[in-house]
């Protein structure tokens, strides 16, 4: 009897554990929070300028050094940016060379517009293998495999 407690006991450690490394690697996004914030090639505003970004541009935060953020665009380029100048705000940016909106989450509802490539909209809801976006212009549905992240 004793054996099957410590079995027990140690198979919810291990489930508790796993959980945790699993939490503590999740993806982590950010938006950029302005028009025209710079992506630098360091920590610091002494580096050079890489890029400069749109408001609402997704980034996945893959590093931090004090208030920076080290970060990986939708096409695998990385570098930093200050934190100050990001926020939670979920965006999504269509990888797609141009895609259908729809006015629900199948391929079954009207197409109501499409975008193209790089466009960036805000997510505003999620259900299964679509996503609901909002943009001045438009508003409905998009597929998953069309977006990042």
């Known amino acids: 009897m004793r054996f099957r407690k410590i079995c027990k006991s140690t198979?919810?450690?291990?489930?508790?554990s796993a959980w945790a490394v699993a939490s503590a690697f999740a993806a982590e996004y950010m938006s950029v929070a302005k028009d025209g914030v710079n992506l630098r090639s360091g920590?610091?505003?002494s580096?050079?300028?890489?890029?400069?970004?749109?408001?609402?541009y997704p980034l996945e935060v893959i590093g931090r050094e004090g208030?920076?953020?080290?970060?990986?665009?939708?096409?695998?380029?990385?570098?930093?940016?200050e934190g100050s100048l990001v926020n939670k705000t979920p965006h999504v940016i269509i990888k797609a060379k141009e895609c259908n909106i729809r006015s629900g989450p199948s391929t079954n509802d009207?197409?109501?517009?499409?975008?193209?490539?790089?466009?960036?909209?805000?997510?505003?809801?999620e259900k299964?293998?679509?996503?609901?976006?909002?943009?001045?212009?438009?508003?409905?549905?998009?597929?998953?495999?069309?977006?990042?992240?």
């Open 43 to 45: 920590p610091s505003t």
């Open 11 to 16: 198979s919810v450690s291990i489930l508790v």
């Open 110 to 125: 009207s197409v109501v517009g499409n975008v193209v490539r790089e466009v960036i909209l805000v997510k505003a809801d």
């Open 128 to 149: 299964g293998d679509w996503v609901k976006i909002s943009h001045p212009d438009l508003n409905g549905w998009v597929h998953k495999s069309l977006v990042w992240p």
């Open 47 to 56: 580096t050079a300028i890489l890029y400069e970004l749109p408001a609402g």
């Open 67 to 81: 208030s920076w953020l080290k970060v990986s665009d939708y096409e695998g380029d990385k570098g930093w940016i």
